[in-house]
């Protein structure tokens, strides 16, 4: 009898060590190098993520939608009707990162994510940010690459953090066939072929992104010639003067009001192509905005 005790003993002990390894193996913390160099631990499961700016909520939606905590500002009705209600409803929480930052580092705290995620530029500035917060509130703070040469390692790197590795590489795969598709019906548009194109942000349509400003990069990309690329930088102000002597064949913005009144601004009549009438919105000054809208989900 005694000797079965001790054997019984033995196995439950040996059952409980196991059992306290594999939590201790769970609850190993693990390092990730971001797309700054910083290295960074995080906790072997990610189930709660903080998206620091608007295109970190977009990516950590598409690859982990259960994970995404908020919005970093409340979903409209027209986006909602692309999205399932359930993550349309997700509350807006503000933002950490880029111009405007709306959050606070108690909102962030209160919310116990597992993991703040930031996606952009990857300059000092956002790296130091990021080291800020991370120290301040104890949150792990990873901060990737926003550019479209990126897109499908920033992916990848994402679906990585939070376990969703298969999705990610759905999407990290259509984003690569997508820019080579881009890049291949480039090579057959002659020289003289790519528009000059102004970039109007903000409710007056004068700030723009100069060269080299992740703003604007999507004009290179799709082979358009930036007008204000003469000068290298991030965001700039400029004058209706400037914009005028620039001479931009095509205008696009994704501020709706700008959208709405340049047509009827006289003060912009004198941008060839870009006078009062209705053909301005079907062809020369282009918003972001207009798409059809797909059946709504639960």
């Not at 594999?22 to 290295?39: E, I, L, N, W, Y």
């Not at 116990?112 to 509130?137: F, N």
């Not at 109007?200 to 080299?212: E, F, I, K, S, V």
């Not at 000054?285 to 989900?297: E, V």
Request: proline share 6%; net charge positive; with cysteine.
């Amino acid at each position: 009898m005694q000797l079965a005790r001790l054997a019984l003993a033995g196995v439950l002990a040996a059952a409980l060590a196991s059992g306290l390894a594999a939590a201790a193996h769970a609850a190993d913390p693990r390092t990730v190098v971001d797309s700054a160099g910083r290295r960074v631990a995080l906790p072997a499961r990610v189930e709660r993520v903080f998206a620091a700016g608007p295109p970190a909520s977009v990516m950590v939606f598409a690859i982990a939608p259960g994970k995404l905590l908020g919005w970093t500002r409340a979903i409209r009705p027209a986006e909602a009707a692309f999205m399932p209600r359930r993550y349309a409803a997700l509350p807006e929480l503000g933002r950490l990162a880029g111009r405007g930052d709306t959050a606070n580092v108690e909102t962030v705290m209160a919310l116990r994510p597992d993991v703040i995620i930031d996606v952009g530029s990857v300059a000092d500035t956002y790296a130091s940010l990021a080291d800020r917060v991370q120290r301040t509130t104890g949150i792990p703070y990873l901060l990737f690459d926003g550019r479209f040469a990126s897109m499908a390692d920033t992916l990848r790197r994402i679906g990585a953090v939070t376990g969703d590795v298969a999705q990610a590489e759905r999407l990290a795969r259509y984003a690569e066939r997508t820019l080579a598709e881009v890049r291949q019906r480039l090579a057959a548009v002659p020289a003289g072929g790519h528009p000059r194109v102004y970039y109007a942000r903000g409710p007056a349509g004068l700030q723009t992104g100069l060269a080299g400003s992740i703003n604007v990069e999507v004009l290179d990309v799709i082979g358009a010639r930036n007008v204000a690329a003469g000068a290298r930088g991030g965001l700039a102000n400029v004058s209706l003067e400037q914009v005028l002597a620039w001479a931009p064949e095509v205008i696009i913005t994704s501020d709706p009001l700008f959208f709405r009144a340049v047509p009827i601004d006289p003060r912009w009549a004198g941008v060839p192509r870009c006078g009062r009438g209705a053909s301005i919105s079907r062809r020369t000054c282009r918003s972001a905005g207009s798409t059809s809208r797909p059946a709504r989900t639960a």
